[in-house]
């Protein structure tokens, strides 16, 4: 088993940024890839960005490309969002999600996830 928890989300005025993080336990040895969705009210879980154990390959969703920039201390077993330029339609719960196989852009394709992180982008 895999726990992941998220931290950093809040309230920010369109064009702030914030930071998210999302630490890894259990049973976290071997190499993973990890991403970031995210979900609005009334909306699927959407893919926002991932990256590989190595950091060698990431993926960005093409509307935050540009603004948000992922991370990863595998010393820490930590994943970071840095999120800038934020607008009011990248409010949603963000999760943190695992995955010891694939690196994708579906949910489907990860193993283990966060309970969430709310972000609030007032406009």
């Known amino acids: 088993q895999v726990q992941l928890v998220e931290s950093g989300g809040g309230l920010v005025q369109a064009g702030g940024s914030l930071r998210l993080s999302c630490a890894a336990s259990?049973?976290?040895?071997?190499?993973?890839?990890m991403a970031w969705f995210r979900q609005a009210p009334g909306k699927e879980r959407e893919f926002v960005a991932a990256?590989?154990?190595?950091?060698?390959?990431?993926y960005y969703a093409d509307s935050v490309k540009g603004r948000f920039t992922i991370s990863r201390d595998n010393a820490k077993n930590t994943m970071y969002l840095q999120m800038n330029s934020l607008k009011p339609e990248d409010t949603a719960v963000y999760y943190c999600?695992?995955?010891?196989?694939?690196?994708?852009?579906?949910?489907?394709?990860?193993?283990?996830w966060g309970q969430g992180t709310q972000v609030t982008v007032s406009s």
């Open positions: 259990g049973r976290t040895f071997s190499s993973y890839a």
């Open positions: 990256i590989s154990w190595s950091a060698s390959r990431i």
């Open positions: 999600a695992f995955s010891r196989n694939k690196m994708g852009i579906t949910p489907g394709e990860y193993d283990y």
